[in-house]
């Protein structure tokens, strides 16, 4: 994502909270109840993550693979990617250059078609389509080749860490490469946090359909 998009989002989300008009401790209190939401967001997110399994629509292993690494919300953009890639598109024209394989892909019905280059020795794969590069998730196009190559994962250079389910648990580094004992602690209170939440969620999930067991759930 680009810097401006990303404090263009960053603005959107904010002024749903604040406004020019408050005064500096009204912004404070704003600002961390904004805080507050996106942590519970995070905190619903991380619930569905540990105990929602995404269904899968084929019998493909890439396909399960990426269901146990993802997201849920991302496994799901994935999962478009590869049943577009599986079941609409379709190879045009294979060659070799330079100990590369070049695959053009068409597309359904469009016009464009696409090159996907693939070495065999490092299953270093790049389209021309930039989606991977753009979204860090890999493309229909690229996904066709590795298929059509038996591959039954994803290669390890296209899980990005931040779309995977062990995104908030990896510590803080220095500049040395050391990890931080402050963060080591921070990671590890945030890691129960995130738990306890998970429980919570989990808890009121079970409850939300009886109105007694919510009375308990409240009580205790």
């Not at 019998?59 to 993802?70: D, P, R, V």
């Not at 590369?100 to 389209?127: A, Q």
Request: with cysteine; aromatic share 12%; charged share 30%.
């Amino acid at each position: 994502m680009r810097t401006t998009s990303r404090s263009e989002s960053e603005n959107n989300f904010y002024t749903k909270f604040t406004n020019p008009h408050l005064t500096l401790v009204e912004f404070y209190m704003r600002f961390e109840s904004a805080l507050d939401a996106q942590r519970h967001t995070q905190g619903q997110f991380d619930n569905d993550s540990k105990h929602k399994h995404p269904e899968c629509k084929t019998s493909f292993a890439l396909e399960k693979h990426a269901s146990k690494i993802y997201t849920v919300s991302v496994f799901y953009d994935f999962q478009e990617e590869l049943e577009i890639g599986c079941f609409q598109c379709g190879l045009e024209e294979y060659k070799k250059e330079n100990g590369l394989e070049i695959f053009t892909i068409r597309e359904g019905c469009r016009i464009r078609k696409f090159d996907v280059s693939f070495n065999p020795d490092n299953l270093d794969s790049k389209c021309m389509c930039k989606m991977f590069e753009r979204l860090g998730i890999p493309c229909r196009h690229m996904v066709w080749v590795w298929k059509a190559k038996m591959i039954e994962y994803i290669p390890d250079a296209y899980v990005l860490n931040r779309w995977t389910t062990l995104a908030t648990k990896t510590p803080i580094f220095d500049l040395e490469g050391n990890i931080l004992e402050v963060c080591v602690n921070f990671v590890d209170c945030k890691r129960m946090l995130n738990e306890l939440w998970s429980e919570i969620h989990t808890c009121v999930s079970l409850a939300q359909g009886n109105e007694e067991d919510l009375t308990d759930l409240v009580k205790n």
